[in-house]
């Protein structure tokens, strides 16, 4: 039973198959070449020979070279060399995305290390000794039962039982003898062989057995078994044959006449209805189920070598993969895309095309040209001048039963010759317009107003020339209301009033300037281009589409499509609508939108073209269908679209292919699981390279990418613009968990998913929580030990300043002493001095009452004093005796002078202060000093 990855795969490409079965089939050389592109040995760097290429589940190639085993990403080449230098010969890929390899003596699985590398693992150890040297293997197949690989003496098989299929079961038949096993395919739950000298055979029961008539051409060996049609089998050679189910017979067709003459080797079936072959000599053949060739690819084309080996493969975009003698192509052969240039000899940009009787004419900077459409399949459908209407052939009209030209040398037209042209206007004419009857033509010229033509049976007429309108007509447009419009280089919009007469054509009553004054923005570089849709006038300008109002006579923005064009520049020129009434232009950034307007007003692009990847169109041309368009484009090419062979293209993936830190540490290689593993990282790798590619073959180099950065959950910057650039530096990332994320744009304006990488950086050591901790640590034993030197210091100062104490001390008890001595001898002075005051007062007290003793004794011996007089003072002597008795008890009071505060000597020893002293004065009124008189 078929795995769900298995089915799926079939399911997306039977649709791919039924979307493009007609592709190849429809086109033949009339409708020129796919795109192409080539790889050289120079730039994948490997072996110049390549054998097989096969598609991982990612959209990953792999392609087996001579000298390895080649992976691209449509950005880059990787190599991975076998470890005995073996070359790989063939490929397969399993339902579990894991690649196998067949090779000289070898076979084996890719398997990813931890590393990130991939790595050869050998399955020869499997093997006895007697089923070794089985020679190189040429075809390895992934089918239901196994993967089998196929060399011309032995059928492998392996069946995984493991994760990493490096163990399982392994089945061994040997062919010998001389008749080589050439060819095995797996078709409708059957695996197929083919012998030589023993025909067609069928693995039934672990055993090859014969089909019916299978050994009717076993003559030949054939090396690729394809379905052809629905019960028929077709095997290639270089003598193609047909087996039936009955038997086998030769392919009679033109692709077995090649493949017989150029040596044809193994087939691809393309479509359900389309094959390619390749061959020894002359590239590759496309044909159809009648053997009808219908492309040759080879050097001519393109293609770096015209011999083709072994295996061609078709991947999931419809690209044709071809591995040759030297180096690789691939061809978009299931492709909507064709397209012509100088090798189709074509000369000069192209600026207009036009059908005209069957036959696609293109008007250039170098003249008309007519396309030859190719009579066999090794010629290529030409372009060829016609003579005579010289160069610039800016416009062309078909009129009834005529093409009409406009050039630089005037107007032609073409009638029944399709390779004549007949000069019939000799002004220099850029554009044209027709009446709606085509009776009458309107030509806007290089340096002169506005022409009017009557169109007769076999020539045509001037009828007059519109002398208000301006020269530099590059635009111009026959509006349904009659009116004539013009786009001048001049950068404003012209509006001819037209009045229709009988003989005279139309009048023109007046003419209209529409500027910045009604709504045409001044200054333009380029001219306003006039289209008409429904009936509504629109002109299209740097800066963006204008619509004309009647009401107003005037123009205004549109703004539905400017809505539309949020990414995109608003300049927008040429626009055409297509017979469907889808509206196609050029944007300013050179992209070609196709949009629609809908009933609600809204404006709706695609981009259906982006992988033509013109930088400028310069007009589009529709077939009458609508469903192809072509466009003429500057660098001398023509495109072709062709709607009903539009593919529905897949969501292109996105891988991170490499994430790497300095010069060499590899930190992913782009493997998902691998990416998932890998988390921390050390802070030594905080500036990371991030390259990554859109697995998009289809126009790879047009691929563009964003990208975006968060830390701890918020992006730093938000998405990037949109970049060419397939890497992305980050540098100097603070530590922190991180999460890159990326995203990329195809051709077709496809976005793809998100592809990330989450990640930690871890910090520096010196910024780890065990460094934190060693800090605190340090710090603790830095504050402990400044402690313990503080305390010692403030111990041994503490001693320092008891010492120093204690000796102040000691020397202030001695100043003390000193002091105290000093005092007491101050004080012994100060009580010195008190007795000396003290001896003086007293002495003064005690001489003055003696005195007056002495005078009264003295005055008692005169006897001339009276008696009375005598009495009187002798009376005085009690109280002088009593006085002297006081002083007397005053100075027996003396004790109490110690109680009195005079040690700092700022009292002084006073009598008087004595107590009672003073008031013993007082009752003496008297005075002792009354002198005593005879």
């Not at 009647?550 to 020129?573: M, T, W």
């Not at 910090?763 to 603790?780: E, K």
Request: a negative charge.
């Amino acid at each position: 039973m078929l795995s769900a990855n298995h089915t799926l795969k079939l399911i997306l490409l039977t649709l791919l198959i039924l979307l493009a079965s007609n592709v190849l089939a429809s086109e033949n050389g009339d409708y020129g070449m796919p795109f192409t592109q080539v790889f050289t040995p120079e730039e994948y760097d490997l072996g110049t020979q390549n054998w097989d290429v096969v598609q991982n589940r990612s959209g990953l190639i792999f392609v087996a070279n001579r000298s390895g085993l080649l992976e691209y990403d449509g950005v880059r080449w990787r190599k991975h060399i076998h470890p005995d230098q073996l070359p790989i010969i063939s490929l397969a890929v399993d339902d579990n995305d894991r690649i196998y390899y067949g090779s000289s003596g070898d076979i084996g699985v890719l398997t990813v290390a931890e590393n990130g590398k991939t790595e050869f693992t050998s399955l020869l150890d499997q093997l006895p000794d007697s089923l070794l040297g089985f020679g190189a293997v040429w075809t390895t197949r992934s089918t239901p039962r196994g993967i089998f690989f196929q060399s011309y003496r032995r059928l492998i098989q392996w069946q995984p039982e493991n994760e990493t299929g490096t163990e399982g079961k392994i089945s061994v038949w040997k062919f010998e003898g001389g008749n080589n096993l050439t060819g095995i395919s797996w078709i409708g739950n059957r695996l197929l062989l083919f012998q030589y000298r023993v025909g067609l055979l069928e693995l039934i029961d672990d055993e090859p057995k014969l089909l019916p008539g299978g050994d009717s051409f076993s003559d030949f060996p054939f090396y690729s078994i394809l379905p052809y049609g629905d019960d028929n089998l077709l095997l290639t050679s270089r003598t193609p044959h047909i087996y039936d189910g009955e038997k086998g017979y030769p392919f009679q067709s033109e692709m077995a006449k090649f493949a017989d003459e150029y040596y044809g080797h193994r087939a691809i079936q393309l479509t359900d209805s389309t094959w390619a072959l390749a061959t020894l000599k002359q590239g590759v053949i496309t044909f159809d189920n009648q053997g009808k060739i219908l492309r040759n690819f080879t050097r001519k084309d393109g293609l770096p070598d015209n011999q083709a080996l072994h295996w061609l493969f078709l991947d999931r975009q419809g690209g044709l993969w071809i591995p040759l003698n030297y180096g690789i192509a691939r061809i978009e052969v299931v492709s909507p895309f064709r397209y012509f240039d100088e090798q189709h000899g074509l000369e000069g940009s192209v600026y207009t095309l036009k059908r005209f009787n069957g036959h696609l004419y293109a008007g250039t900077a170098s003249g008309l040209f007519i396309l030859e459409t190719s009579k066999h399949y090794s010629e290529k459908s030409k372009f060829i001048p016609i003579e005579g209407v010289g160069n610039h052939c800016k416009d062309m009209l078909v009129a009834d039963n005529r093409l009409l030209i406009a050039g630089h040398n005037g107007i032609f037209e073409i009638r029944d010759n399709p390779y004549k042209a007949k000069q019939i206007s000799e002004s220099p004419t850029w554009q044209l317009a027709l009446s709606p009857d085509h009776k009458f033509l309107f030509s806007g010229h290089l340096r002169s107003p506005v022409q009017q033509f009557r169109l007769n049976r076999s020539s045509i007429e001037q009828v007059s020339v519109f002398e208000e309108t301006s020269p530099y007509v590059e635009s111009l447009l026959f509006g349904s209301e009659g009116d004539l419009w013009l786009g001048t280089r001049f950068g404003h919009v012209e509006r001819v009033h037209l009045r229709p007469t009988v003989e005279n054509g139309y009048l023109a009553d007046s003419v209209s300037v529409y500027d910045s004054s009604r709504g045409i923005p001044a200054n333009l570089a380029s001219f306003p281009a006039l289209y008409e849709n429904h009936n509504d006038i629109f002109a299209g300008t740097e800066a963006g589409l204008f619509k004309y109002h009647r009401e107003e006579d005037r123009f205004y923005p549109d703004d539905a499509i400017k809505n539309a064009l949020a990414e995109d520049s608003l300049s927008i020129s040429v626009p055409t609508t297509d017979p469907m009434g889808r509206l196609w232009f050029n944007v300013g950034n050179y992209r070609q939108p196709r949009g629609q307007y809908h009933h609600s007003g809204e404006f709706t692009i695609e981009y259906p073209l982006e992988r033509l990847h013109a930088q400028s169109v310069f007009s589009f041309f529709f077939e009458q269908s609508g469903d192809v368009v072509w466009t003429c484009e500057p660098g001398t090419r023509i495109s072709r679209f062709n709607e009903k062979d539009r593919l529905s293209e897949p969501l292109p993936v996105i891988r991170i292919r490499r994430i790497t830190a300095g010069r060499d540490s590899i930190i992913s290689n782009g493997y998902p699981e691998q990416n998932q593993q890998i988390s921390k990282l050390p802070y030594e790798l905080n500036s990371l390279r991030f390259e990554f590619a859109l697995l998009n073959f289809n126009g790879s180099e047009e691929n563009d990418y964003q990208y975006c950065l968060y830390s701890d959950g918020k992006a730093k910057s938000g998405w990037s613009e949109w970049s060419e650039e397939t890497y992305r530096d980050i540098s100097n990332l603070h530590e922190g968990d991180y999460k890159f994320e990326v995203r990329g744009r195809s051709g077709f304006s496809t976005i793809s998913d998100i592809a990330s990488y989450t990640f930690t950086i871890q910090p520096p050591w010196q910024r780890t929580i065990f460094a934190y901790i060693g800090y605190i640590a340090l710090m603790s034993a830095l504050i402990f030990l400044i402690i313990r030197w503080r305390l010692a210091a403030v111990t041994k100062r503490r001693m320092e300043l008891e010492g120093i104490v204690t000796k102040r001390t000691n020397e202030l008890q001695v100043a003390m002493q000193e002091l105290e001595q000093r005092k007491e001898a101050e004080m012994e002075a100060h009580r010195l001095q008190t007795v000396n005051r003290l001896a003086l007062t007293l002495a003064h007290e005690f001489n003055n009452p003696l005195a007056i003793l002495k005078g009264i004794a003295d005055l008692s011996k005169l006897d001339e004093v009276q008696q009375e007089t005598k009495q009187r003072h002798i009376d005085k002597i009690p109280h002088i005796v009593d006085r002297l008795h006081n002083l007397v008890q005053k100075l027996l009071q003396l004790k109490e002078l110690r109680e009195i505060d005079y040690a700092a000597g700022l009292k002084i020893l006073d009598l008087h202060n004595i107590p009672d002293f003073e008031d013993s004065e007082k009752k003496n009124p008297e005075s002792d000093d009354e002198t005593i008189t005879s």
